[in-house]
Structure formats: C-alpha cells, structure tokens
C-alpha cells in the first residue's frame, strides 16, 4: 500500500500571491502522479498527469514538478477562482488518492 | 461532447441495494478505464471500483463483496450494484473515465448521484 501525505492541510492566501502544495508519496511511484481540484458542489477536474503534464485548457499557471516519493502543484500567481481543494492521486496501488489540501482565501 | 451522466442515487435503508448508473456519451464505455469514486460528506475522495477496458475489475476493501461495477456495452453505461449498504456508505457517487490520458487517471467526471443510507 501506498499512502499519499498532502501538506500543508489548509493553505491560507490572498489573490495574486505563488501557492505550493505538497504530496509525499510512501514510497516511489516514479513519475505517476496526478493532482486534481475541486470546488464546492463540483466534481474533481485534472489538472496535472504524469507529474508535470497539464491538461488541455489548464491555465499555464498551474504547474507539477516531482518525481519518486516527493511531487509539487504550484500556482504562479493566485486567481479568484483557484480557491478550490486539491487532491494529488498515484495510480500504482490502492488507495490511490491523498488526503487534499484546503487553499483558501486569506 | 464528451458526458457522464450518472443516477440511481437516493434514500435507502441499511441493508438495502441500489444500482448506480452512469450514461456515457461521446466515446465508448468498453475502451476505457472507468471507476466509482465516492465523497462523504465533508471529507476526501475514496476510489470505490475500476474497471478496465479488458473487463478486470477491482474495488476497494471497505466494499469488495458489496459492491460489484459492471457495464452494458450496448447501452454505453456503467453500472454499481451496491448491496447490504450500510450508514458509512451514504456519499456523493461520481463515475469517472480516463479520458484521452493514461489508464489510472480520471480526466472525465459526471456531476454525481447521492447515496444516503439512513433509517
């Protein structure tokens, strides 16, 4: 078993400022990691696969770096609507999905 | 356009069964990886059940023996038969397909279906 450790749990910024959230993976899934965001009364949305791949029509600010055990989502710069929770997910055993992390508005 | 649509959530009481079923339209149920992935309330996402496009199926440990996820490929739509539900059972239910991406992602989510178990 795999266990994802996301960090900070609740990330506290304003509009404009670089968000970083974290993913710790127990042990090494290389490079198959993916980060999704969610936002009340909404389904999760892909955003990051693979580590570092952004999906099609994600903003360029967002961006995934990581390998191995140790994965980052970062937001350049915060916009309005980005205040969401995140949740990162590894696809090489179960339970695949971390705990998310709470970015919310300062 | 790609759509899931899922329904068949809704009140039941503990013991009881439901069938999920989760329309799919804009690519073929049976060429992708498609999965239940459920929220209770308030808290995270916990992945319930995959199956792939070969037909292997799989499930969480907190369901496996209750659950069982199918497909009608005639039909294009996924199913979950949920049965001796119980309290811990009552979340959102979302299907969601890998999409254009690997297998194990989910690039493709339906809006949900609510499950509550309550007597």
């Known amino acids: 078993e795999i266990v994802l450790t996301q960090s900070p749990a609740t990330l506290s910024l304003s509009p404009g400022e670089r968000a970083t959230l974290s993913c710790r993976a127990s042990?090494?899934?290389?490079?198959?990691l993916a980060w999704y965001q969610q936002k009340p009364g909404q389904a999760p949305r892909l955003l990051i696969y693979?580590?570092?791949n952004r999906v099609t029509g994600i903003p360029a600010r967002f961006s995934g770096s990581g390998s191995g055990t140790d994965f980052t989502l970062t937001i350049s710069s915060l916009e309005p609507e980005d205040f969401a929770v995140y949740y990162c997910?590894?696809?090489?055993?179960?339970?695949?999905f971390g705990q998310g992390t709470r970015l919310e508005i300062k | 356009e790609v759509q899931l649509v899922e329904s068949g959530g809704g009140l039941i009481q503990p013991g009881g069964s439901l069938r999920l079923s989760c329309a799919a339209s804009?690519?073929?149920?049976?060429?992708?990886?498609m999965s239940w992935v459920r929220q209770a309330p308030g808290k995270g996402l916990e992945w319930v059940s995959v199956?792939?496009?070969?037909?292997?199926?799989y499930y969480a440990d907190s369901v496996r023996g209750r659950f069982t996820i199918s497909r009608d490929n005639s039909k294009n739509t996924l199913y979950l038969q949920l049965n001796s539900l119980r309290a811990e059972d009552t979340a959102m239910y979302y299907c969601?397909?890998?999409?254009?991406?690997?297998?194990?992602?989910?690039?493709?989510w339906g809006q949900g279906t609510l499950v509550t178990v309550s007597s």
């Open positions: 969601a397909s890998q999409g254009p991406y690997s297998t194990g992602w989910l690039g493709y």
């Open positions: 804009g690519f073929t149920v049976s060429s992708n990886y």
């Open positions: 199956i792939y496009s070969s037909g292997s199926t």
């Open positions: 042990q090494s899934v290389s490079s198959y």
């Open positions: 693979d580590a570092s």
């Open positions: 997910q590894q696809r090489s055993s179960w339970p695949p």
